[in-house]
């Protein structure tokens, strides 16, 4: 079983779509957690962390749910923008291990 | 405000031939670095990190090697490449203590051929 694992999608959707994307750990000792956001042959880049409580930033909403050891995120009301593949993150100490990615398209 | 350089952005070297990527941050200090590797279509793999200068753990073994020679300086170096040495190579900085996300450099396309 990988460390971290999520749906590699893609996920087609239009614009103004709704769309959750899931990720489960393995290790429940694991401490943080973040979401990611990849533009296609560029670095990626912090979206938000993810608290138990769950935490929002806009369109976005972050769940983490520690029983389960799963994190989802959710996109409102999608834009041609947000096209581009979302990384889940977990760390524990030292360790950081990186999802492998779900891709999605928002198109018109 | 806190920076990370990260060059060249593409580079393109023959099997057998040495490489050296550079990866600097600048505003802050003690920072803890880290080197990924991404292959086309897949997820990042850690390399090495480092948590000061002259202290360098190695997460995978293989062709390569790192060293931190000043506080915030992280070199990546291989002596030969091989062609499975081709990615996408990424810097990657963290405050020392700090559990908040990495902040990455903007890569290195390595092509090895």
């Known amino acids: 079983r990988k460390e971290v694992e999520q749906d590699p999608g893609p996920f087609n959707v239009p614009e103004g779509a709704t769309v959750a994307f899931n990720c489960t750990y393995s290790?429940?000792?694991?401490?943080?957690f973040f979401w990611y956001r990849q533009d296609c042959r560029k670095e990626p880049k912090l979206l938000m962390s993810v608290y138990s409580s769950g935490n929002e930033d806009g369109r976005f909403t972050a769940q983490l749910n520690r029983a389960s050891q799963y994190i989802s995120l959710l996109i409102r009301d999608s834009k041609l923008s947000d096209s581009a593949t979302y990384l889940c993150?977990?760390?524990?100490?030292?360790?950081?291990?990186f999802g492998a990615g779900t891709r999605l398209f928002v198109k018109a | 405000s806190q920076t990370i350089h990260q060059w060249p952005a593409t580079l393109v070297q023959p099997v057998g031939s040495p490489l050296s990527l550079e990866c600097t941050v600048e505003g802050t200090s003690n920072p803890n670095l880290y080197w990924y590797r991404q292959a086309a279509g897949r997820g990042l793999q850690l390399l090495f990190y480092?948590?000061?200068?002259?202290?360098i753990s190695s997460e995978v073994p293989q062709n390569l090697s790192a060293s931190r020679p000043q506080d915030r300086q992280f070199i990546l170096s291989s002596k030969k490449l091989l062609l499975s040495d081709s990615g996408f190579y990424l810097c990657?900085?963290?405050?020392?203590?700090?559990?908040?996300?990495?902040?990455f450099g903007s890569g290195t396309r390595l092509t090895v051929v």
């Open positions: 990657a900085w963290i405050p020392q203590g700090n559990g908040g996300g990495y902040t």
């Open positions: 480092s948590v000061g200068i002259g202290q």
């Open positions: 993150v977990v760390r524990g100490g030292f360790k950081t291990i």
């Open positions: 290790n429940s000792a694991s401490q943080s």
